[in-house]
């Protein structure tokens, strides 16, 4: 572990730190520290005005103070006097109990305490578009299955490229990239990881795939469903538990269906329980229901789930077991903020494993053509409002997430909702402008 980051600094040449926590929406905040300073900030943290950011608070608040987490420290790979550090949020020399990182922590030491640890790998899909975000990129990335298209991703090889050779510098051990089922999209896969490692890795990698794009003259969306027609952008997540020291999956039991013990089916069970109120924080954008809601793609299937079933290695259910000791959360898409994800998991879990949930009949049918057959399986929120009127709804997640968080999360997600409803579309124009 780096403790002194000012050591960090002086042994691998950095001049400058990016001092960064995630708000409440997902949006990164930094401070660029120069290394002179970095010993106060590691000890007092980089001053913020707190409402100038997606955070419930007001002007009347006092400072708040992003305290770096030297654990978390990366160098720049592309821009190497430069490194960034995931920071804690205080305030009045406390935890900001909303702050999505100390939430997640909050959450890990819950599990802890039962003596697991929550491992996790995600899948973080994204689109390349031209400069000004328009349209895609690749003029000749037009076929109807563009998925694994050996062209197009050639044609962004640079691209991808030099993305994977920064996380392999940074040791992340990636194993494949590909393009995905929309055209202009691709996914990137790396070794999952402890729950807050994952959650810092993923935040660092949405950082660095639009800083990549941006440097070749691109840009990087991981907006859930940014074309009408095409498949949304996901963002599946790989589960299991271990044992306190990380050496044995509590999940894996090569006797039990699927491979998954009954303290995996316990967990998958809390999932189950709590997903209509999850989508709130796994579907955390108005765009995000364009995604789970989707019609018929042009490549012929959306890869998103719009109800809460479960089944072995089939892509149609919101949860896939696709190898023993662990299963596959397909309900996240790209706008989920990497540490409330991780978090909300973990919440909806640790809840089932402690009432022993059972997470019901698995459906072994191809939901998009036959889900009809199954007519008492809960649908998934339709539009963001119902999906907040579900976690206003479910008061246990709300604990296990705690009540600050819970209380400034409705608070601001349903401040975007009436925007959103007081905004005039041009569908309303063209579809009312003659009644």
Known sequence: MKK?????????????????????????????????????????GAGFAGFATWLDLSPAHPDLFAIP????????????????????????????????????KRVVGAAEAEQLRVKTGIEAEFFLLNADGSKISDEFDTAVKPCYDQQAIMRRYDVIAEICDHMLALGW???????????????????FDDTLSTADKHSFFKFMVKSVAEKHGLRATFMPKPFKGLTGNGCHCHVS????????????????????????????GGIMKHASALAAITNPAVNSYKRI????TVSGATWAPNAVTWTGNNRTHMVRVPAPGRFELRLADGA??????????????????????DPGPHYDIDM??????????????????????EYDKDTELQKALGPDFSSAYLTLKHHEWNSYCSHLTEWERQTTLDV
């Open 4 to 44: 002194d980051l000012t050591e960090f600094a002086a042994k691998c040449g950095v001049k400058y730190f990016m001092v960064s926590y995630t708000d409440l929406f997902g949006a990164q905040r930094a401070k660029i520290v120069p290394t002179q300073a970095m010993a106060d900030m590691q000890k007092d």
């Open 69 to 104: 987490d030297p654990s978390s420290v990366v160098q720049l790979p592309w821009k190497k006097e430069v490194a960034w550090v995931a920071a804690d949020c205080t305030m009045d020399g406390k935890p900001l109990q909303q702050a999505p990182r100390v939430v997640l």
């Open 173 to 191: 051990n990636p194993y494949q990239n590909d393009h995905e089922d929309a055209n202009g999209q691709f996914e990137m896969n790396w070794e």
């Open 241 to 268: 538990v271990w044992d306190k020291d990380g050496k044995t999956n509590t999940f894996a039991d090569k006797k039990a269906e699927f491979g998954l013990s009954d303290r995996g089916r316990q967990f998958l």
């Open 293 to 296: 809601n989707a019609p018929r």
């Open 336 to 357: 989920a903020n990497p540490y409330l994800l991780q978090a909300a998991i973990i919440a909806a879990g640790l809840s089932g494993m402690r009432g022993k949930a």
């Open 368 to 389: 998009y053509k036959e889900g009809n057959t199954i007519p008492d399986a809960p649908k998934l929120p339709l539009n963001l409002l119902d999906a907040l009127r």
